[in-house]
């Protein structure tokens, strides 16, 4: 009869439990997921029951990490596969542009902050430019100054790489070019190496410090000793110096690189 008159006593009762180690499984996948709950409860005025304290730790499952990887995997395709086909960036529209700059923020996003000093490791070799938001300026330059593409001048662009060495803090930024000749002579290809130095700056940035210029002719020419162009006199320099900048790296992995300028500009790199 006690029983009766006061059901939520009785629940109370049952409820009011030692801590203890609560398993639940998912029959469907096998998984287990355990949760170490402890839990005090007081009979309130009323015969209602209430928790006043929870101390609830949760074991993370096994399959939580492998769940992000997945995400990770999933948000890097999608990004690699919004800037496939635009020619590093030399065609892209305002649409592709949009596209790839959400999905590059959707990695960031997943990925966390880069830390640069445990990974710095990632960054040595050479990598190639698949995308530069920059391009899409149809200059060479990107978002700085630099010759026009298309038919103005004759000048096709080839690969764009970087040099990394983390040993010797160098950081090449290396151009193929193919320069159009007058008729019936050929086409000259070139390769410009921007030498720099670099340096960490926080988490995950970087400042490049520009060095010099270096041209050397392929191809048929490629027998030509290489050209070093020197600088201009110190008092006819820019107050900037076109050559030195700074980047923050929002994704960086074994094989992939997401960087984003000093002026906005969003790049990715592959490893080659």
């Given at each position: 009869m006690a029983s009766l008159l006061h059901p939520t006593l009785a629940?109370?009762?049952?409820?009011?439990t030692p801590p203890s180690i609560i398993t639940t499984s998912n029959s469907d996948s096998g998984e287990l997921l355990s949760i170490r709950r402890r839990r005090?409860?007081?009979?309130?005025?009323g015969g209602g029951c209430r928790s006043s304290s929870s101390d609830v730790t949760f074991i993370?499952?096994?399959?939580?990490?492998?769940?992000?990887?997945?995400?990770i995997a999933s948000l890097k395709i999608k990004l690699l596969s919004a800037?496939?086909?635009?020619?590093?960036?030399?065609?892209?529209?305002?649409?592709?542009?949009?596209k790839a700059d959400s999905a590059a923020k959707e990695l960031k996003?997943?990925?966390?902050?880069?830390?640069l000093s445990a990974d710095i490791d990632k960054l040595q070799g050479q990598w190639k430019l698949i995308y530069s938001s920059a391009f899409s300026s149809r200059t060479l330059g990107g978002s700085r100054p630099g010759p026009p593409t298309g038919r103005l001048l004759p000048i096709t662009l080839g690969q764009v790489l970087q040099r990394i060495d983390v040993f010797s803090n160098d950081f090449d930024n290396i151009v193929e070019l193919e320069l159009g000749a007058p008729w019936p002579l050929p086409p000259v290809e070139v390769t410009a190496t921007l030498a720099h130095k670099f340096k960490l700056i926080g988490s995950s940035g970087i400042k490049i410090e520009f060095q010099k210029t270096t041209v050397k002719t392929t191809g048929n020419l490629s027998q030509l000793?290489?050209?070093?162009?020197?600088?201009?006199?110190?008092?006819?320099r820019p107050a900037t110096n076109r050559g030195s900048g700074e980047f923050e790296v929002t994704y960086l992995d074994s094989d992939t690189r997401v960087t984003r300028g000093d002026r906005g500009e969003l790049r990715v790199f592959v490893v080659c």
């Open positions: 629940l109370c009762r049952r409820r009011h005090n409860f007081n009979l309130k005025k993370e499952p096994p399959w939580a990490a492998q769940s992000k990887a997945d995400l800037v496939s086909g635009l020619n590093r960036g030399l065609v892209a529209n305002e649409d592709d542009l949009r996003a997943a990925g966390g902050t880069v830390d000793p290489p050209l070093e162009i020197p600088q201009l006199p110190e008092n006819l």
